[in-house]
């Protein structure tokens, strides 16, 4: 529940006014079904529109525009909709995670935690770790929404504090910096071995790799951390007010006895042996974990494996410290106590299943028709068209990439297809002064920009329905408006600022990583 106060502040007063129309709308379990019903009618009106695809094999296929109503498109539907259900990508990573969350907050050693992290950290630096933590959790590819959105609720719930701005300020730094860290991650070789084999249709000798795009990923971290702290503290908070708890969350303030601090330490001691166990899967050659590695790819390549298991991973991690902590402070007598948790928790996932149901329809049906991809083309090939050049063709590109977020949700995917259309265009694209085109590391790099940016506020993001489920938990009427609302400012924000870096990058002529130059010089 919130209390509010007619606020001063006209940006804080105009996303109050966003949120409450949003509000207004129907359940978002709703709005999914309108959605789904949206896409079955564009599929007919837009059927037979087509367009070129370059494929990652480099071979060219045409897209065409499917319709749901015809009589292939029924029979799809009809004969997909389990599969559509269980194949919608966030299921079956979230309700596996949430065994683990829900028996880590069931024996509190979640609430422990971060009891224990609010007393040690300075409380101005708790907003900017949060950020931080979220913006880095991308190595762990898309744990970061399932883990650490509802641990921002929690964190910020324990201090008093708006809990619907710690899962906002959390949800921000996961899909707003997916593509910044102060490590290489699994993206990084996807994007650069698409980059290279675009640049090459121009040089056949140009090399991509893994790194090009390391010093402006480092400073990224920097900048998303910033922004995500000054965004969540001088707007969302103002915005949705004094957070009143109800009695329904009993949530314990005190000071935590010296039999809780110990029961504590001696369940992160089990965290920290299961972690380095977990890792020796990964890192000892030729472990269960680990791949070889051809000659000439990235090094990351090997732990593929580990990355893809995460989420099991990330369960078996909370799970066991979780069960010694409940079994320390007497919250577990007995196996039959874990199960009971472990069911808790999925009793809690209900709302979540039936919304990703609906979900995975509309995700499944966008798909299916081709809309998303035909359209994205046909973007591309607009702004190849309108004869831009120099700075205003970079941040027409970084426009058209966020514009394509909002249709196709894989980072990976959408450069597939982009990077064939846009890497030779601006590698040509000479610029007063010095002739010169933007190098295939600078084209990368505002791509990821523009891809980051409209993450948050896209209906397509697949982890949406999950974060309206963990925001529905301390706020039972929040829905769309309430997290469109929230995530407008940090959207807003974070292309503002990242546009701003990408100029002064630009001007100074910076080296975007280790050999990754801004500019491609002309022959």
């Known amino acids: 529940m919130s209390s509010k106060a007619p606020s001063q502040n006209i940006v804080v007063r105009a996303l109050e006014r966003l949120g409450d129309f949003g509000n207004k709308?129907?359940?978002?379990?709703?709005?999914?079904?309108?959605?789904?019903?949206?896409?079955?009618?564009?599929?007919?009106?837009?059927?037979?529109?087509?367009?070129?695809?370059?494929?990652?094999?480099?071979?060219?296929?045409?897209?065409?525009?499917?319709?749901?109503?015809?009589?292939?498109?029924?029979?799809?539907?009809?004969?997909?909709?389990?599969?559509n259900f269980v194949g919608f990508a966030p299921l079956g990573p979230v309700l596996t995670v949430m065994i683990g969350i829900g028996i880590a907050e069931k024996t509190g050693f979640f609430a422990m935690g971060l009891r224990l992290l609010v007393s040690s950290v300075p409380a101005s630096l708790i907003t900017a770790t949060l950020v931080f933590a979220s913006v880095m959790s991308s190595m762990t590819a898309d744990a970061g929404y399932i883990v650490l959105t509802p641990l921002g609720a929690l964190l910020f719930a324990g201090m008093g504090r708006h809990p619907l701005a710690g899962l906002a300020a959390a949800y921000a730094g996961v899909s707003g910096g997916y593509s910044a860290n102060l490590l290489i991650t699994g993206l990084d070789p996807m994007l650069a071995k698409l980059t290279q084999q675009a640049a090459q249709t121009i040089d056949p000798s140009y090399s991509v790799n893994a790194t090009c795009n390391y010093y402006f990923m480092v400073v990224s971290t920097v900048l998303i951390t910033v922004i995500g702290t000054v965004i969540t503290t001088r707007i969302v908070e103002p915005m949705l007010g004094e957070w009143e708890r109800p009695k329904s969350l009993d949530m314990n303030t005190d000071e935590p006895d010296d039999e809780h601090k110990r029961a504590f330490k001696l369940a992160s001691g089990v965290a920290l042996l299961v972690a380095g166990a977990?890792?020796?899967?990964?890192?000892?050659?030729?472990?269960?974990?680990?791949?070889?590695?051809?000659?000439?790819?990235?090094?990351?390549?090997?732990?593929?494996?580990?990355?893809?298991?995460?989420?099991?991973?990330?369960?078996?991690?909370?799970i066991f410290p979780a069960i010694v902590y409940g079994y320390l402070t007497r919250q577990i007598r007995n196996d039959k106590d874990v199960a009971a948790m472990a069911g808790e928790a999925m009793g809690t996932m209900g709302a979540y299943i039936v919304l990703a149901f609906v979900a995975g329809q509309f995700v499944a049906y966008f798909n299916w028709t081709n809309l998303g991809s035909v359209t994205a083309v046909k973007g591309a090939e607009f702004l190849r068209d309108i004869g831009l050049t120099g700075l205003p063709l970079l941040l027409g590109f970084l426009v058209v990439s966020s514009l394509m977020n909002m249709l196709v949700g894989s980072a990976s995917a959408k450069w597939a297809f982009m990077a064939p259309i846009f890497i030779p265009m601006l590698m040509q694209a000479g610029m007063a002064g010095n002739g010169s085109g933007f190098s295939p590391e600078l084209v990368q790099a505002t791509y990821r920009v523009g891809d980051s940016v409209t993450n948050i506020i896209t209906p397509l993001m697949p982890y949406l329905p999950i974060i309206i489920v963990f925001a529905q938990r301390y706020d039972p009427k929040a829905g769309m408006g309430t997290i469109l609302a929230a995530m407008v400012p940090y959207s807003i924000a974070l292309g503002i600022g990242w546009t701003i870096m990408i100029f002064i990058w630009y001007t100074l002529g910076l080296p975007l990583g280790p050999g990754a130059p801004i500019f491609y010089p002309a022959p």
């Open 278 to 318: 977990l890792s020796l899967l990964a890192l000892i050659p030729s472990s269960p974990l680990r791949q070889p590695v051809a000659e000439g790819m990235p090094a990351i390549e090997a732990y593929a494996p580990f990355f893809d298991s995460i989420e099991i991973l990330i369960t078996i991690l909370f």
């Open 25 to 83: 709308l129907p359940d978002p379990l709703t709005l999914f079904v309108i959605f789904t019903g949206l896409v079955v009618l564009a599929s007919m009106v837009f059927q037979g529109l087509s367009a070129d695809m370059v494929q990652r094999t480099g071979e060219v296929k045409t897209m065409t525009v499917v319709s749901l109503l015809s009589a292939e498109g029924i029979k799809w539907m009809f004969l997909n909709v389990v599969d």
